[in-house]
């Protein structure tokens, strides 16, 4: 069974930073691209950053590089998004997901986790 577990949401102030972590089990794939999302409350799911198997660099939405980092720790199949100076429009539900497609930012996504809830008050 593929499990995306995420954790290290909270509420923080505006400024602040949270670290995400994104624990995958049951996952085997060659050729994958594992990405974060957000989806706030009447916005739509966006993608926030991606990493691809076939690709050496890191997507970034516009409106988080250079305050985001993702990361990964292929030991433990983890992934982690580093969240710097946070902004209130950052509040979101993240989760992280996967397709089986290594293209980011990704096409679509066969796996995802529950999300973890993002909240930064201003």
């Known amino acids: 069974e593929v499990q995306f577990v995420e954790s290290g949401g909270g509420l923080v102030q505006a400024g602040g930073s949270l670290r995400l972590s994104c624990a995958a089990s049951?996952?085997?794939?060659?050729?994958?691209?594992i990405g974060w999302f957000r989806q706030a409350p009447g916005n739509e799911r966006e993608v926030v950053s991606c990493?691809?198997?076939?690709?050496?660099?890191?997507f970034y939405a516009d409106s988080v590089k250079g305050r985001f980092t993702m990361s990964s720790d292929n030991a433990k199949n983890t992934v982690y998004l580093q969240m710097n100076s946070l902004k209130s429009e950052d509040t979101a539900l993240y989760f992280c997901?996967?397709?089986?497609?290594?293209?980011?930012?990704?096409?679509?996504?066969?796996?995802w986790g529950r999300g973890t809830q993002v909240t930064v008050s201003s």
């Open positions: 990493l691809s198997s076939s690709d050496t660099t890191t």
């Open positions: 049951g996952f085997t794939l060659d050729d994958y691209a």
């Open positions: 997901a996967v397709d089986h497609r290594p293209v980011c930012p990704p096409l679509g996504y066969d796996y």
